[in-house]
Every structure is written in C-alpha cells, then in structure tokens.
C-alpha cells in the first residue's frame, strides 16, 4: 500500500548477538519496508483481500484482521466496502507498537465505517456476527497446538456464507521442493537488496518463532474445523493465501 511509507529495513545489518524476534518498536517502525522486501506477493494479497471483502462482505456484520500490524488489511477493506454497508471492522494485535502506528494510519483517512482497535492476543479475541475474518501471516506465530483452536473459534463466530482469508508462509515435505522454494525465497530477498548477513541474522531471529505448517496441513485442519470450500487463491514460492468458506444457511 503506498501510503504505508516506513523507514528502511535495516534491523539485521550489524553482525551482533541476535534474540527472538519481536515485534516492537524497532520492527513498527520498519514494517512496511520489511514486509514488502522479505514477502513475495504481499501487495497482491492485499489487493485480492479488498476484492474479496467487496464481494463477500455481508451488510451489518464484522470483519475482523487479526494479527493486523499496522492495518493494512482493514484498511484496504475498509476502502473496498460501500460506505453505507453497515459493517464494523475490529482489527486486532498483542504488539502495542504496531497498534500505535495502526492509530495513525486509521486516522489519517475518513470513513463512515468504523476500524475499532484492539489490543489482545488473537487467543483471547471473541469472533462474532463475522462475515469475513482475515488472517494475514498471523497463524504462522502461533503456538501449533493452537491453531486448530483458534480456526474452530472462527469458523463458529462466521456467519453462514462467511469467509475466511488465511495467508501464510509454508514448508514442503519434499525436500527436493523445499530446496527449489527456498532457493527462489533467498533469491527474492537478495533482489531486495537484503545482504547474506541481513537474511542469515533474520533467520536466526525468526527461529522458533515462525513456525510454519505444509499446504496440506492447513488444508486439512480447515476443512476438520468445518469449513466447506477451501483452497488457495495466491501463491507466490512458500508464500500462500488460502480462502476457506463457511457454508451457506
Ligand atoms: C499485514 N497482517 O500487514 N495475537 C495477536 N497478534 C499477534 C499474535 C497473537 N498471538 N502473534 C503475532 N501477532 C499484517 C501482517 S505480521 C506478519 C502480520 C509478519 C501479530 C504480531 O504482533 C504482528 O504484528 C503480526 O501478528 C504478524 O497484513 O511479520 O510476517
């Protein structure tokens, strides 16, 4: 998203020890930089969320983000919406660094539909009267034994015809796919002027904090959680958004 202009990314350029990655100030002040050098496809994936929304949202429910950062999906929803949908966006975050800067950027543009902020853990978020639920590269941080729990907690608080946009870095299995992948990821990053050292530390940060899943694990726990229509709509390397519906009455 234009508007989300950000200071350069340089947070791994030093060689010095490296902790787990957090999502502080540091990060916050980065974001937009960061993710569009380090995730394939980013801007797409917005573009089809704002669609997607303009389609599928349902007059006077909620659309929830979670894991929303700096908002950048509510956002793009919130514009994607006809003004006098009656809908409510509820747009949530554990991280009140990025939420401070979510603040600013929802502030800065008027609309008659309301973006309400929250700052909790998506464990803790209740999902109700939800037409579309977002989840843009959040499940990813998410304890595994969790997940299936917090997808079940979705699928209940949908509406009938509801959807769900889940993105997601993935793994594969085959360790001939993984390579040729991981390659491509590397490669895409060096392009974004990301130095060996930058990508080495940030991996190291990542560790055990990213925590990936296969294509067909989340497939799989979608449709175990109840889900009728799943499938991804975008990929791009290890990089997927999956659509998953609920459905109709
Ligand atoms: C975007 N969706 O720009 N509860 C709440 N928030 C969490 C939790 C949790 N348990 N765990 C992580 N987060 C955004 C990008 S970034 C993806 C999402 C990335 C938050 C965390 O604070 C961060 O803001 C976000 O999830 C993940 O469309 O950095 O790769």
Redesign the pocket.
């Known amino acids: 998203m234009e508007p989300f202009n950000s200071q350069k990314d340089t947070l791994f350029h030093r060689a010095e020890a490296v902790g787990a990655f957090q999502?502080d100030r540091s990060v916050a002040a980065v974001f937009p930089d960061m993710?569009s050098r380090s995730?394939p496809g980013y801007h797409t994936i917005?573009t089809g969320i704002g669609e997607l929304s303009a389609r599928y949202a349902q007059p006077g429910t909620r659309l929830y983000?979670l894991?929303?950062?700096?908002g950048?999906?509510a956002l793009t929803m919130r514009r994607a919406l006809p003004q006098d949908c009656g809908c409510e966006i509820v747009a949530?975050?554990?991280?009140p660094a990025?939420l401070a800067r979510a603040q600013e950027y929802i502030e800065a543009w008027r609309s008659s539909i309301p973006i309400q902020l929250r700052c909790e853990?998506?464990?803790d978020t209740q999902i109700d009267n939800a037409s579309m639920v977002v989840m843009?590269?959040?499940l990813q941080?998410?304890d595994p034994a969790q997940r299936e729990g917090v997808l079940s907690k979705i699928f209940t608080g949908l509406r009938p015809g509801g959807l769900l946009i889940l993105s997601e870095k993935i793994h594969f299995d085959d360790p001939t796919l993984q390579e040729a992948v991981e390659h491509l990821h590397l490669q895409f990053k060096r392009a974004n002027g990301y130095s060996e050292l930058e990508i080495s530390q940030k991996r190291a940060a990542l560790e055990n904090v990213l925590i990936t899943d296969t294509l067909q694990t989340h497939l799989q726990r979608l449709k175990q959680v109840g889900f009728t229509h799943v499938g991804p709509w975008f990929q791009a390397y290890n990089f997927v958004s999956l659509s998953a519906f609920k459905a109709p009455a």
Do not use: Q
């Open positions: 999502f993710i995730v917005l983000d894991g929303c950062s700096l950048a999906a949530v975050d554990n991280s990025m853990d998506v464990l843009n590269f959040t941080f998410i």
